[in-house]
């Protein structure tokens, strides 16, 4: 069994984000920015916020988190996303999620101006993706999809099962394996036999947020399995991939952590470079 290293993966995209962020500078004189709004005091979020701007800072990118308190006015946040939208400093804006309840998540997605949607979240983008046009692709999706290419260069005829239709992950993952003629079904909580359609799967992506749902007897052999879960439970941190059994199944299979985890952020990065890439055409 592979197990496939999302830390190593990521660890080389940034690498190679790091050459091109050099090349871009000596091209055009400045370097890509990434904006982040952290809204509250979320000990994940600011983790998950942290890590960006580390990582963002590594490769090379100008990076600036903007902190607000979880009961700032959501025309304050309105209006600093359209500052930034102005900015030609700023090629990617993120708002961390989630928001306080206060605050209309719809709105926010929609200020941003969908060339510096970091995340892919826009509905221009996500029409865009779905249509086949060049758009962000939501980072995490666009991370698992880099780490089964890794395991399977030809994905054209396979069957990928998603497990989740989430607009975050399942929904934006069916849309890249689709454009690889992956035949894709794609399931949910109302699916009649979750287990029936998973063992169908030649590619199956667990993104539902149920720790361990899917069991070994549920996994094709030889399958490639990407866990996208992380579930705090008693025994620690574990994915919606009962691990232990299904590593006894699949051809590959990503831990967690150190699976898509890693490659969520770095995807974040490759998104920033190419928002300004496109602005720069
Ligand atoms: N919170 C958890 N994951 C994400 C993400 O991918 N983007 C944003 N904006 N917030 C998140």
């Not at 995209?13 to 904006?35: A, C, F, M, Q, S």
């Not at 708002?95 to 997605?109: A, E, F, G, M, S």
């Not at 849309?175 to 287990?195: A, G, M, P, R, Y």
């Not at 941190?237 to 199944?249: L, P, Q, T, Y």
Request: contains cysteine; aromatic residues 2%.
């Amino acid at each position: 069994m592979i197990l496939i290293d999302g830390k190593k993966a990521a660890a080389e995209l940034r690498e190679e984000l790091r050459k091109e962020v050099i090349e871009l500078k000596d091209k055009h004189n400045r370097v890509p920015g990434l904006t982040v709004i952290l809204i509250g005091d979320l000990t994940p979020s600011q983790i998950y916020v942290r890590n960006k701007e580390k990582s963002a800072k590594e490769v090379g990118l100008n990076s600036e988190v903007v902190k607000y308190p979880d009961t700032v006015e959501e025309r304050v946040i309105l209006d600093k996303i359209d500052e930034l939208n102005k900015e030609d400093s700023v090629s990617g804006i993120l708002v961390q999620l989630p928001l306080p309840k206060h605050i209309d998540k719809k709105k926010i997605i929609e200020a941003i101006d969908p060339a510096k949607d970091v995340d892919g979240f826009h509905p221009m983008n996500v029409g865009n993706l779905s249509s086949g046009y060049e758009s962000s692709v939501p980072c995490t999706p666009l991370g698992c999809y880099l780490l089964i290419k890794q395991i399977e260069p030809k994905l054209s005829g396979k069957k990928a099962v998603i497990v989740g239709r989430s607009n975050l992950n399942g929904k934006p993952m069916t849309q890249l394996l689709l454009k690889e003629n992956c035949t894709v079904t794609i399931t949910h909580s109302k699916t009649k036999d979750l287990k029936a359609e998973c063992l169908e799967a030649d590619i199956l992506v667990a993104a539902v947020g149920i720790p361990e749902l899917v069991k070994g007897d549920w996994v094709k052999k030889d399958a490639i399995v990407i866990d996208v879960g992380i579930n705090k439970t008693d025994k620690g941190i574990v994915g919606d991939v009962a691990f232990d059994e299904v590593s006894k199944k699949a051809k590959a299979l990503t831990p967690v952590p150190g699976g898509v985890g890693p490659m969520t952020i770095a995807c974040l990065l490759k998104n920033t470079v190419e928002c300004f890439k496109r602005s720069q055409l």
